[in-house]
């Protein structure tokens, strides 16, 4: 009789362990979470434009504007232009999103300009961070050399790539 109850008593243990472990095999754990994003957006804005001619022989003019077609890509143009003329515009990149951001890259296409021509961006360079609601000033500035026509019109685009600050 002693050898049964030890013998139970054994039986009972190995199936308690063995209970156990399998509650333990199959138990499950649920995680629940939530992940909020922020938004990446800029807006590119024109701003003043003048000249280097003296007041009385304003006859030469340039003008920014957004493309219709592309809101991070300035056209401008010069009416009426001729040599030795000193241009400037002003722009800025606004922050419109809820993360900050860097600006990529700033693209020139010269257009139709002449060859002599000098052409900076400055102010707005790859690298620059810009925070939500906040906005980076940049101005174009603009020589048309020696070998720039009269009466002429001319034609560039600047176009501005952002992206997200931790990249």
């Not at 509650?23 to 800029?42: C, F, H, K, S, Y």
């Not at 890509?73 to 419109?96: M, Q, R």
């Not at 906040?134 to 020696?146: A, P, S, T």
């Amino acid at each position: 009789m002693k050898k049964l109850t030890v013998l139970s008593l054994i039986l009972l243990v190995a199936l308690v362990v063995l209970g156990l472990g399998y509650a333990r095999w199959t138990e499950t754990l649920n995680i629940n979470g939530t992940v909020n994003t922020g938004r990446l957006d800029a807006e590119l804005s024109e701003g003043d434009c003048w000249d280097s001619e003296p007041e009385g022989k304003d006859f030469s003019k340039i003008t920014c504007q957004l493309d219709p077609n592309n809101s991070k890509k300035l056209l401008v143009t010069v009416s009426n232009a001729y040599p030795s003329i000193k241009y400037y515009c002003e722009f800025d990149v606004h922050n419109t999103g809820t993360i900050p951001l860097d600006i990529d890259k700033v693209s020139v296409d010269r257009g139709d300009l002449p060859d002599e021509a000098t052409l900076v961006v400055t102010g707005i360079q790859p690298g620059v961070q810009i925070h939500p609601c906040e906005r980076k000033i940049g101005k174009i500035y603009l020589h048309l050399g020696n070998d720039a026509e009269e009466e002429m019109t001319y034609n560039f685009s600047i176009t501005i790539d952002v992206g997200q600050w931790n990249e």
